[in-house]
């Protein structure tokens, strides 16, 4: 697990480390030092810890003009036993909601197991983000199963058409234009 890198190609676009909006600000990263780990593994060290024992996220881009951040995840997430959401959202989300954003993509392949416990949180959290959305994209398909199945696709939005989405070669606002139209498609 060591090995799986956040996503480093839009460095030059964003950073939340120096962006005073962000959760991360002033954040410290050590290329050698292996302080974080998923069960027995370790993780690389750019990830960012949230609080969780085994969800770990990288924002890789915001943009606060139009509103829009696009996180990374690594690890399991676990409602049932670690509560996930409820770090993921009070630690970093309700943060940048405060700051404008409302819309976020997700991107969840390296996302390993998903462990239900309540709704709570993904319903005050779709409240909070109000004309905003949430979309997962590149879901493994036990993971996505996981998620229907106590019908989360409710509150994120998540299937077939956004899990097979190329994001590595695109920049920020190409990845945001592409999940925005395949959302007003599904609003309309």
């Known amino acids: 697990m060591h090995t799986i ?3 480093f190609g839009w460095r030059d676009y964003y ?5 005073k909006r962000s959760p991360f600000f002033r954040r410290e990263y050590h290329e050698f030092d292996f302080t974080h780990a998923i069960y027995n593994y370790v993780i690389h060290p750019q990830w960012d810890d949230i609080g ?3 969800l770990y996220i990288k924002i890789l881009f915001a ?4 509103g829009y951040a696009i996180i990374e995840m690594l690890g399991e997430w676990n409602d049932c036993i670690g509560n996930d959401i409820m770090f993921l959202k009070r630690d970093i989300l309700d943060c940048m909601i405060t700051e404008g954003i409302n819309k976020y993509i997700v991107i969840a392949e390296n996302v390993l197991n998903f462990h239900f416990d309540m709704d ?3 319903i005050e959290l779709s409240e909070d983000i109000e004309e905003g959305w949430i979309c997962l994209i590149n879901l493994q398909d036990h993971v996505y199963d996981e998620f229907c199945r106590h019908s989360l696709n409710i509150y994120l ?3 077939e058409s956004y899990n097979n989405l190329t994001w590595r070669n695109s920049t920020p606002l190409s990845l945001y234009s592409e999940v925005e139209s395949k959302m007003k498609y599904l609003i309309d």
Request: net charge negative; no cysteine; glycine share 4%.
């Open 63 to 66: 943009d606060y003009a139009e």
């Open 5 to 7: 890198e956040p996503y």
């Open 157 to 159: 939005t998540m299937g």
């Open 120 to 122: 709570d949180y993904y």
């Open 52 to 54: 969780s024992d085994t």
């Open 15 to 19: 950073r939340a480390e120096k962006d």
